[in-house]
């Protein structure tokens, strides 16, 4: 926890540096991040959230452990010490819960709490920000800082009981909106103001000191809030830092804070830059990271049916699109409008809900076949040039192998690569 500290604190000081922390589940995505790290000789930050990973397995089937297990497995088969990886829990609280009473979200959500601290995660958000049954909607800034208090003391104590110490670090606050990202096409954000910075982070405080948890305020780095950036289905929101100015100056105050940004996907280059220099100093990424995945799958798809018979191809696209009709849970209350819309917004959309499907098994077995079928070939130069420009470029120069794996792995790291540079993250070297 040190290491992440130390970002921190050099950020505080004055150095243009941050750090950006994966949100992803997915094998290819968490390799990309580790072989990002590994290439910069720096700290890597990954993250599951609450819907992703919890005590029943969440969306993907892993408990804590299991993502621990995971996470750790990559990182060894790829030589990338694991005392170099600080594994989260985003948006820890009763987000899952939601359609329950507040008693029983909340009892849920310690056992969920509990079970990603003794997993070893050691970033932890504290989010209670969620309404549940017979809350009021919204939750005021009070309710919200008890029941992040309640479980921040659940935290301390499993941290204590199972290590020894309580080294953890926390972030607070949330965004809007809520997990899961937007489901209605956004024009304009309202930024978070200081005055409402200051409430969030007083009544946390006031409520870590009624439990006697006031050293909790030193280890608390992050505070959520929103500085203008977001994604719809098919646009960006891009980082205005006017807008976002007295919000950067008050934070300024603090001397072991700065800001955690979430939905900063599809930013440009400049912007990440913009907003670690505005304090915004831990980056969140995780649809960017999936878009990309796709990207490259469906690009690959489209190579194979130029140069494999058509009774041995994979049949991917058409595959993904049976699976999200077959189970429409994770898209239906996104993606509205005529079919054709709906068709465009399952494959292309910003908001990536197509990312659900990747763990299901006739999914899976699509890219398996999709890469056994080419994993052997050179695909020809021209082709490479057609669907994967970049990648050609590097296969080009000399610094990429021409093979399927390994051109998606390097057209997830365009997004890993923006964020390093943004971050500096070769200047924080281990």
């Known amino acids: ?14 150095q243009n540096v941050g750090i950006y922390s994966v949100c992803s589940a997915h094998p290819f995505v968490i390799e990309a991040a580790i072989r990002q790290s590994k290439k910069d000789g720096s700290l890597l930050v990954i993250e599951a959230t609450s819907n992703q990973v919890d005590q029943y397995g969440g969306y993907t089937g892993m408990t804590p452990e299991d993502f621990k297990q995971f996470v750790y497995d990559i990182a060894r088969e790829h030589g990338f010490p694991s005392k170099y990886i600080v594994l989260g829990g985003d948006h820890l609280g009763p987000n899952r819960w ?14 969920l709490i509990a079970d990603y601290v003794s997993a070893g995660f050691k970033k932890i958000h504290l989010d209670c920000s969620m309404s549940c049954v017979g809350d009021p909607v919204p939750l005021s800034d009070d309710i919200v800082a008890q029941r992040a208090a309640r479980l921040a003391m659940v935290a301390e104590r499993t941290c204590q009981e199972k290590f020894g110490v309580s080294d953890l670090l926390y972030v607070i606050g949330t965004e809007v909106p809520v997990p899961g990202g937007a489901n209605d096409t956004l024009n304009e954000l309202v930024i978070t103001t200081s005055s409402a910075a200051e409430k969030t982070l007083q009544a946390h405080w006031a409520e870590f000191e009624k439990l006697q948890l006031s050293d909790l305020c030193s280890r608390v780095i992050g505070l959520v809030v929103q500085p ?21 100056r008050w934070i300024e105050g603090y001397e072991h804070l700065v800001f955690e940004a979430h939905s900063t996907d599809y930013q440009t280059a400049s912007a990440y830059g913009q907003l670690v220099a505005d304090h915004f100093a831990i980056l969140k990424v995780g649809p960017a990271l999936t878009f990309a995945l796709r990207e490259a799958l469906f690009a690959l798809s489209c190579i ?11 049949g991917l696209r058409e595959v993904l699109e049976l699976a999200m009709q077959a189970e429409p849970d994770h ?11 709906q068709r465009l917004a399952r494959s292309y959309s910003y908001s990536d809900r197509i990312r659900y499907y990747w763990p299901d098994s006739s999914v899976a077995q699509g890219v398996e076949i999709l890469l056994r079928n080419l994993e052997p070939i050179e695909i020809p130069l021209p082709l490479l ?6 990648q050609y470029h590097h296969v080009r120069e000399g610094t990429l ?5 390994e051109l998606v792995i390097d057209k997830i790291m365009e997004v890993t690569s923006m964020y390093s540079q943004a971050c500096a993250a070769s200047e924080y070297q281990l």
């Open 1 to 14: 926890m040190e290491m992440l500290r130390c970002v921190v604190n050099a950020h505080k000081r004055g």
């Open 385 to 390: 040039s057609q669907y994967l420009p970049i």
């Open 228 to 248: 203008g950036v977001e994604f719809d289905h098919g646009g960006v929101i891009d980082y205005q830092p006017e807008k976002a100015r007295a919000l950067s």
């Open 401 to 405: 192998a021409n093979r399927a794996h």
């Open 98 to 111: 939601q359609k329950e009473t507040a008693t029983v979200a909340m009892e849920k959500a310690e056992i």
């Open 304 to 314: 194979e049916e130029e140069i494999i018979p058509a009774r041995s191809c994979s």
């Open 331 to 341: 898209w239906q209350d996104y993606y509205h409008g005529a079919q054709m819309e």
